[in-house]
């Protein structure tokens, strides 16, 4: 195996139990590793710190074990079992509620890695090329770990790094499934297309805040922006709202939306979905409403991108506060990575501030306990939202 030694004092952040180790922390490596292989990494005194995948980039490893072990099958499928364990610990795995994010990269030690299951089927999608070549040691780990899971589906064709050459192809390693899936999320159903959909289908993060949602809905008029496949929409109808709109630029959206809709409230009236761009909506459509969701797809990828990004919640967040009747409520995302936690309130204040509107925080919101934050990987707190009360 190959090993990758460490600048003095560059050991510090593995010692933390950082799984990263960045390219200009390494001294030399002995021996010429290609991208995704394991590799020792050590300090300058030779003293063992982690094993990892290697990669060419600014990320050069992402740790797997801080513990010198033979990284096998078994050591794989005990990864597993712990995620698995995790998520039945907290109740997601139930005839209520059969999808949950099995494994979710640094948060469960398994950097580059992320699986949704959706009932007998696991969806997996490799961000590193270390994760990809090991994908048939994983599917079967998952396999041999959860006897409820029957087939393995793998999408990782855009989530690859650019860089690597490799020609990666979407589909089954394991079983396959022919059959229309429906999922279901705190009893209510939900068609998800891990072939065509966006990451690997539906967007299991927001589970717990479109509860929440519901909880707000009666009575109420409720937009649910970027609605993708509508799960806001249908958890505002849930709740007893006597108007939900749903407004997507996606036409598939869109469509994806309605059969949602149709799937728990057939034939209802109070449902209208619309495939028009937010900001155009937003700015041609008089009405207001009591409740508006802002659930926009990440604004910036790459730290480059932060300062754009930061005007654009900006600006999205104030043409949402125009919108909101007196006394209603704004639920706001962000799920940037690079965008904290800080930065993005920032930008809602700001918006708040030019509309001059009165504004309280109700709820700061986060990802569910199924996309766990490791406490030694604190970037892997992505997902940022704030429920504001709007006088």
Request: proline share 3%; charged share 25%.
């Amino acid at each position: 195996m190959t090993t990758i030694h460490l600048k003095p004092k560059k050991e510090e952040s593995l010692l933390r139990f950082h799984p990263w180790v960045f390219s200009g922390a390494i001294q030399r490596i002995e021996g010429k590793p290609t991208e995704g292989e394991l590799a020792r990494v050590v300090d300058c005194n030779q003293n063992f710190l982690a094993i990892g995948h290697y990669q060419i980039g600014s990320i050069a490893v992402r740790a797997v074990s801080f513990v010198d072990t033979e990284i096998d099958a078994n050591f794989w499928q005990q990864k597993i079992k712990n995620a698995y364990q995790l998520r039945v610990a907290i109740g997601l795995v139930s005839t209520n509620n059969n999808s949950y994010r099995l494994i979710h990269g640094e948060g469960d030690s398994l950097p580059g890695l992320i699986v949704d299951v959706y009932d007998d089927t696991a969806v997996m999608q490799a961000h590193s090329i270390g994760m990809h070549l090991t994908r048939i040691q994983l599917a079967e780990a998952i396999v041999n770990s959860i006897s409820e899971i029957k087939n393995v589906y793998y999408k990782s064709e855009t989530t690859l790094p650019f860089k690597a050459s490799i020609e990666p192809e979407d589909g089954y390693l394991i079983g396959s499934n022919t059959k229309e899936y429906k999922a279901i999320e705190n009893g209510l159903e939900f068609q998800v297309d891990w072939l065509r959909g966006q990451k690997t289908g539906f967007f299991i993060d927001q589970r717990e805040n479109r509860t929440l949602l519901e909880h707000y809905s009666k009575g109420k008029s409720v937009l649910n922006m970027f609605c993708y496949t509508g799960g806001f929409s249908v958890y505002a109808m849930r709740g007893g709202a006597t108007e939900v709109h749903s407004v997507d630029s996606s036409a598939k959206a869109i469509e994806l939306t309605n059969k949602n809709i149709e799937l728990n409230f057939p034939n209802d009236s109070r449902h209208a979905a619309y495939d028009e761009d937010a900001f155009k909506y937003l700015n041609a459509n008089e009405q207001k409403y009591d409740i508006i969701v802002l659930d926009p797809p990440a604004f910036a990828k790459h730290r480059e991108a932060v300062r754009n990004a930061l005007k654009g919640y900006k600006r999205l967040n104030a043409k949402g506060l125009e919108k909101i009747k007196p006394g209603g409520i704004l639920f706001t995302f962000s799920c940037s990575q690079v965008i904290t936690k800080e930065q993005f309130r920032l930008a809602v204040f700001s918006a708040a501030a030019e509309t001059g509107r009165n504004v309280r925080i109700l709820h700061q919101l986060s990802q569910p306990a199924d996309h766990p934050i490791n406490i030694y990987h604190p970037e892997g707190e992505y997902l940022k939202g704030l429920v504001l009360w709007v006088e």
